[in-house]
């Protein structure tokens, strides 16, 4: 897939190639049409003209922002650290495809590139594991919470460095510090503890209850 710069147009013909394979990729992944739109500029009816010769059905029905910043960060009811490594390895993924050309790579394009390279990474743990992944929807909803990493400063969810095992993971401006430690940390913490409960002998295991 050609890198498209950020000042490509999408009218230019030298450029309509590389927007329809961006859109062929982005319908492929699955994305809601309302992305590939504003990725692409293509009309609606284009749009869902492509998802039926494609894939055979309609695009995705849903709103464009899925979930909010907290559901990318903040472990709760359906989300755990798990999930907070998953948002953190694909942002590592669409920092590092922005770094592939000099120039400034087009969103839509690191994106899907991003998205690529992170499902790769974690297919091996997903069909071992079922651990939960990322869609690209949500992929899309967790870059425009990061201000697509163009000016963190100004966005309600950010990265945090964690100074033991250097993972850069997502945080929420407006919560706590303290309800917002390292997954990865965390998660070998709570391994530790489990391990070190199944060695323990059976003398020393808190007596059952009634």
């Known amino acids: 897939m050609i890198v498209i710069p950020e000042d490509a147009d999408p009218k230019d013909p030298c450029w309509e190639v590389a927007y329809l394979q961006l859109a062929h990729g982005l319908v492929m992944a699955g994305t809601r049409a309302k992305i590939i739109a ?6 609606t009816k284009k749009i869902q003209r492509l998802y039926r010769a494609l894939r055979g059905t309609n695009p995705p029905a849903g709103p464009i922002m899925q979930g909010n910043a907290r559901f990318f960060a903040i472990p709760g009811k359906h989300t755990s650290e798990a999930w907070s490594v998953q948002c953190a390895v694909f942002l ?25 390279v992170y499902q790769s990474l974690t297919e091996k743990l997903y069909r071992e594991t079922a651990i939960k992944r990322l869609d690209i929807n949500q992929a899309y909803a967790l870059l425009a919470h990061c201000g697509f990493l163009a ?11 964690c100074p033991v095992c250097l993972i850069s993971y997502p945080v929420v401006t407006t919560e706590r510090p303290d309800i917002q430690s390292c997954p990865i940390c965390a998660i070998n913490a709570n391994n530790i503890r489990l391990s070190r409960q199944s060695r323990r002998p059976a003398s ?4 059952a209850t009634a």
């Open 204 to 207: 020393e295991s808190p007596p």
């Open 38 to 43: 504003r990725f692409t500029d293509l009309p």
């Open 92 to 116: 590592a993924c669409f920092e590092r495809m922005g770094k592939i050309t000099t120039a400034p790579a087009h969103r839509g394009w690191q994106m899907l590139a991003a998205f690529t």
């Open 151 to 161: 000016h963190p400063g100004a966005a309600e969810l950010q990265r945090k460095e």
